[in-house]
Nanobody, 124 residues
Framework: QVQLVESGGGAVQTGGSLRLSCAADGRTFNRYAMGWFRQAPGKERLFVSSISRSGGTTAYADSVKGRFTISRDNAKNTVYLQMNGLIPEDTAVYYC?????????????????WGQGTQVTVSS
C-alpha cells in the first residue's frame, strides 16, 4: 500500500503557472505507474496526465497537451505536474494516483491509490 500527498495547488490568473507535487511514502515508488486526474464541481474525475514506472513514457489529455508536463523523481518518491498557460477551464481539484498492476495507465479504474487532492483555481 502507498500513501500519496499532493501539494502545490493555489489560485492564479489566466496565463499563470503552478507546479503540483505528489509525494509517496514507502520504498516501492518505482513499482507504480503514476497519474494526475482532475475533477471540477459536479463533474466526473478526468484523466490529465500519466507517466510510466521508469518515467520513460508519458501521456496527456488533449486539453492540456503542450501546456502541462509530468515528471517523476524515483529517488525522491515524487511525481510532478508543471502547469503553464493556465486557463479557467483548468479549475478543478487535482488528484494524484498510483497504479500497481500496470506499467503505464491513463484509465481511472486502473489506479489503486489516491491522494486527497489539491485545489487549482484559475481566474480570468
Amino acid at each position: 500500500q502507498v500513501q500519496l500527498v499532493e501539494s502545490g495547488g493555489g489560485a492564479v490568473q489566466t496565463g499563470g503557472s503552478l507546479r503540483l507535487s505528489c509525494a509517496a511514502d514507502g520504498r516501492t515508488f518505482n513499482r507504480y505507474a503514476m497519474g494526475w486526474f482532475r475533477q471540477a464541481p459536479g463533474k466526473e474525475r478526468l484523466f490529465v496526465s500519466s507517466i510510466s514506472r521508469s518515467g520513460g513514457t508519458t501521456a496527456y489529455a488533449d486539453s492540456v497537451k503542450g501546456r502541462f508536463t509530468i515528471s517523476r523523481d524515483n529517488a525522491k518518491n515524487t511525481v510532478y505536474l508543471q502547469m503553464n498557460g493556465l486557463i479557467p477551464e483548468d479549475t478543478a481539484v487535482y488528484y494524484c494516483g498510483a497504479a500497481s498492476r500496470w506499467l503505464f495507465s491513463r484509465t481511472l479504474k486502473e489506479y489503486d491509490y489516491w491522494g486527497q487532492g489539491t485545489q487549482v483555481t484559475v481566474s480570468s
